[in-house]
């Protein structure tokens, strides 16, 4: 899902009475390696402790690569973790590199919370089915671009996806299902995963078009591309 779009300030509470939902398993506009009954492997991140006791600290994660401006700033690549001492990331702040084990510090916009709470993804919106088929379907949106989203009836969440049939776009909707033990999503019975966040990264390229242009990155929409 080549690109998301980013939380703003909107709170819109609109409801949908009942939804109803595409079908990841075994679904043709989704390809075969993505709802595969083989086991593979995936890497999950895991939560790194600072020697600086690891309760003090917030683990955020880099949307985009920077070089550093002064000598009092860090160079990091898009992906790197972090931990910062706050969530308020509305302006510099300090941090530890955990890929470098480097501090100074960042702007904070350039990085998101990593908690694995879905609230915290730059995907994701509190808003229903149709608001976020509107946003999806806004002039320049590219396929592949997707929403983090409340489902409207019996709690959880949704995943709202742009994609292409070479003749039309359309928006699919998820239901991201929880594992009975509660301690994990799937799309696929057969693919669970820890966190809604791993969930996205491995679909990333299930409905990108590889034709499309990069959507352009400003206040309210991030790039998101699997290179």
């Known amino acids: 899902m080549g690109n998301y779009c980013c939380r703003n300030s909107e709170n819109i509470d609109h409801h949908v009475s009942a939804e109803r939902y595409d079908i990841a398993e075994g679904a043709t506009y989704l390809p075969a390696q993505y709802v595969s009954n083989e086991s593979d492997k995936s890497e999950h991140l895991e939560t790194e402790n600072s020697s600086e006791g690891s309760n003090k600290f917030h683990r955020v994660r880099a949307l985009y ?8 700033d860090l ?41 694995g709470l879905p609230e915290s993804l730059d995907a994701y919106y509190p808003i229903d089915r149709l ?3 509107k946003k999806l379907f806004l002039p320049g949106q590219v396929t592949g671009t997707y929403i983090v989203r409340p489902r409207a009836s019996g709690g959880g969440y949704a995943l709202s996806v742009l994609v292409s049939d070479n003749r039309s776009k359309a928006v699919k909707h998820f239901k991201v299902c929880t594992s009975s ?15 809604i966040m791993a969930l996205v990264e491995y679909y990333s390229g299930a409905f990108q078009d590889p034709k499309a242009s990069p959507c352009l990155t400003h206040s309210h929409w991030v790039c998101f591309s699997m290179g």
């Not at 696929?188 to 995963?193: A, H, I, L, N, Y």
């Open 75 to 115: 160079s990091f690549v898009k992906g790197d973790l972090f931990l910062v001492k706050s969530k308020d990331l509305s302006t510099w702040i300090e941090a530890i590199n955990l890929r470098t084990n480097e501090r100074g510090f960042i702007p904070g916009n350039y990085v998101c919370l990593d908690d």
């Open 181 to 195: 033990s509660g301690a994990g999503f799937y799309l696929s019975r057969s693919k669970p995963f820890p966190t």
């Open 65 to 72: 690569g920077m070089e550093a401006l002064t000598p009092d």
């Open 131 to 133: 608001d976020a088929e």
